[in-house]
T-cell receptor, first 117, second 112 residues
Framework: GAVVSQHPSRVICKSGTSVKIECRSL??????MFWYRQFPKQSLMLMAT?????????EQGVEKDKFLINHASLTLSTLTVTSAHPEDSSFYIC?????????????FGQGTRLTVV | GESVGLHLPTLSVQEGDNSIINCAYS??????FIWYKQESGKGPQFIID?????DKRQGQRVTVLLNKTVKHLSLQIAATQPGDSAVYFC???????????FGKGTTLSVSS
């Protein structure tokens, strides 16, 4: 079963509104989670690194005031797209590492399809 | 900046054939490489990984080869099945615990 869960899986919103996407690690604690954005027929592009209890680290070109990240607990990170515009329509994916014995494996959420109309 | 890329955007094969998907990476400091499969509308699904101290690793029907000399990574899928149709991404990790950097993706189409 899924070890990283995203909610919602799909959302449609009007231009100018804000949308919150949740990313949860289901059976492990994640001090760090990662947010990616994927446009159609393109690869996953890292947007930011979400750090529990501290500010997120954003990649170059990603507006931190537009994409608000909150990592308030060890199992939950949220991405809020503020004042959404049609060009923000994309597939947003989160990931987290789970440590197990000698191995550390990255797990991905099922993604959130955001459509801004 | 350095990035992970793929040679071909699409690959079409017949069911039962072996598939080879290639990836070129440019950062010689990368320590860990992973292949992911992504079906439409879903998040990436782990297929197989390999560390930089290895040159080959086998899984069930899949093999990953790493050639550090030419910075090349490949994924071999044996006896390709229609269910293997998806987009395949290679990803690299520069340091444990940091974000994965993804290549451009290859769309694999398997016809019966």
């Amino acid at each position: 079963g899924a070890v990283v869960s995203q909610h919602p899986s799909r959302v449609i919103c009007k231009s100018g509104t804000s949308v919150k996407i949740e990313c949860r690690s289901l059976d492990f604690q994640a001090t760090t989670m990662f947010w990616y954005r994927q446009f159609p027929k393109q690869s996953l592009m890292l947007m930011a690194t979400s750090n529990e209890g501290s500010k997120a680290t954003y990649e170059q070109g990603v507006e931190k005031d537009k994409f608000l990240i909150n990592h308030a607990s060890l199992t939950l990170s949220t991405l809020t797209v503020t004042s959404a515009h049609p060009e923000d329509s994309s597939f947003y994916i989160c990931s987290a590492y789970r440590q197990g014995g000698m191995n550390t494996e990255a797990f991905f959420g099922q993604g959130t399809r955001l459509t801004v109309v | 900046g350095e990035s992970v890329g793929l040679h071909l955007p699409t690959l079409s094969v017949q069911e039962g054939d072996n598939s080879i998907i290639n990836c070129a990476y440019s950062n010689s400091a990368s320590d860990y490489f992973i292949w992911y499969k992504q079906e439409s509308g879903k998040g990436p699904q782990f297929i197989i990984d390999i560390r930089s101290n290895m040159d080959k690793r086998q899984g069930q029907r899949v093999t990953v080869l790493l050639n550090k000399t030419v910075k090349h990574l490949s994924l071999q899928i044996a006896a390709t099945q229609p269910g293997d149709s998806a987009v395949y991404f290679c990803a690299e990790n520069l340091q444990a615990g940091t974000a994965l950097i993804f290549g451009k993706g290859t769309t694999l189409s398997v016809s019966s």
